[in-house]
C-alpha cells in the first residue's frame, strides 16, 4: 500500500526556515516523480518543487526559487523540502505528491498519491 506521510511543519517568523519531510511507504522514491504542493486559503493548489524520475531535473515555482530546495534520502526513503527565507506569502498546507504512471509535468492531476499535508504558517 502507497503511502506518503509529511511532517516537519509549523508556525515560524518572516525570514525564518523550515524543512518539511515525506515518508514514503510501499514504494521506492526513486521509482516515482515527486512532488511539493501547497495550497493556501481560498487558493488552488499550486506546484512549488517538482521532480522528475527519468532525469531527476526538479522544478521550482518562480515565487520559490533559489529559497526552497528539494532533496531526498533514498536509505530512509524520504522525501525533503527545505524552506528559507520564508514570506508570509508562503503560509499554505503542503502537500507531497507522487506520480506512479511517470511524464508528470507539476500539475495535480499528474500525481495519483498524496500525503495528508501539513501546515506551515509564517507571521510575526
Known amino acids: 500500500q502507497v503511502q506518503l506521510v509529511e511532517s516537519g511543519g509549523g508556525l515560524v517568523q518572516p525570514g525564518g526556515s523550515l524543512r518539511l519531510s515525506c515518508a514514503a511507504s510501499g514504494f521506492t522514491l526513486d521509482d516515482y516523480d515527486l512532488a511539493w504542493f501547497r495550497q493556501a486559503p481560498g487558493k488552488e493548489r499550486e506546484g512549488v518543487s517538482c521532480i522528475s524520475s527519468s532525469d531527476g531535473s526538479t522544478y521550482y515555482a518562480d515565487s520559490v526559487k533559489g529559497r526552497f530546495t528539494s532533496s531526498r534520502d533514498n536509505a530512509k526513503n524520504t522525501l525533503y523540502l527545505q524552506m528559507n527565507s520564508l514570506k508570509p506569502e508562503d503560509t499554505a498546507v503542503y502537500y507531497c505528491?507522487?506520480?506512479?504512471?511517470?511524464?508528470?509535468?507539476?500539475?495535480?492531476?499528474?500525481?495519483?498519491?498524496w500525503g495528508q499535508g501539513t501546515q506551515v504558517t509564517v507571521s510575526s
Open positions: 505528491a507522487a506520480d506512479s504512471f511517470g511524464g508528470a509535468n507539476c500539475r495535480v492531476d499528474d500525481y495519483d498519491y
